[in-house]
């Protein structure tokens, strides 16, 4: 595949959208995001709402007939097999999304995919950058952004790949334990812009006989 694809994952709250930010400003790369695609594909009356409302009831649903993400998020980070049953139908609408932002014309792109080993989508990228940081500093970080309970922020966590096991899985590992410039200057060495630049750079450096 001659197009360059970067499946940029990780576990929650561990700084994806930071780095895709970065990506997306400093680099101008355009960016896919899964967490959109996947908001989409439960929009008001899509069938995959209407299917998700049949299971759960009119309980799952607000009163503008929207999805009531915590109530959902209530059944299914509590029971594997409901989780899976939900993923079941939005993860085809997500790679469905995805294939056709490859036609894009664009030789880097970027795809934001938080699930991207427990979802089978790493066929659809050509390298795999993880950003990673300790369960403390996860857990932290997921706690103060959604308000959740220590107990709430775990079972999120713990519904995804280790992020051990991620970062083994990876072409660039971005560690996200320090701050958040040293995390950008990791990016900015691991993008093959940057690398090939600096081979231009160096060959410019080099004195003809």
């Known amino acids: 595949m001659s197009k360059q ?3 940029l994952t990780g576990g929650i709250a561990t700084g994806k959208s930071t780095v895709a930010n ?4 400093a680099y101008s790369l355009p960016i896919f995001d899964a967490d959109i695609y996947a908001r989409d594909a439960v929009s ?9 409302a049949q299971r759960y009831g009119e309980q799952i649903l607000l009163a503008d007939n929207s999805l009531n993400r915590p109530k959902l998020g209530e059944i299914i980070f509590n029971n594997q097999g409901e989780r899976t049953w939900v993923e079941n139908l939005i993860h085809p609408y997500v790679r469905d999304r995805f294939l056709c932002a490859i036609t894009e014309n664009s030789k880097i792109l970027v795809f934001v995919v938080p699930l991207l080993f427990e979802a089978q989508m790493t066929d659809l990228v050509t390298e795999i950058w993880v950003v990673s940081c300790s369960e403390q500093q996860q857990l932290a970080r997921l706690m103060q952004r959604n308000n959740l309970t220590l107990e709430q922020a775990q079972a999120r966590i713990h519904s995804q790949m280790p992020i051990t096991e991620k970062a083994a899985r990876a072409d660039i590992v971005l560690d996200n334990n320090s701050t958040k410039d040293i995390l ?4 900015d060495l691991a993008l093959p812009i940057n690398n090939k630049q600096n081979d231009r750079n160096q060959n410019d450096k080099i004195t003809p006989n």
């Open 44 to 52: 008001v009356d899509s069938p995959i709402l209407q299917a998700i």
């Open 5 to 7: 694809i970067i499946g």
């Open 184 to 187: 950008l200057k990791q990016v």
């Open 22 to 25: 970065y990506l997306a400003t």
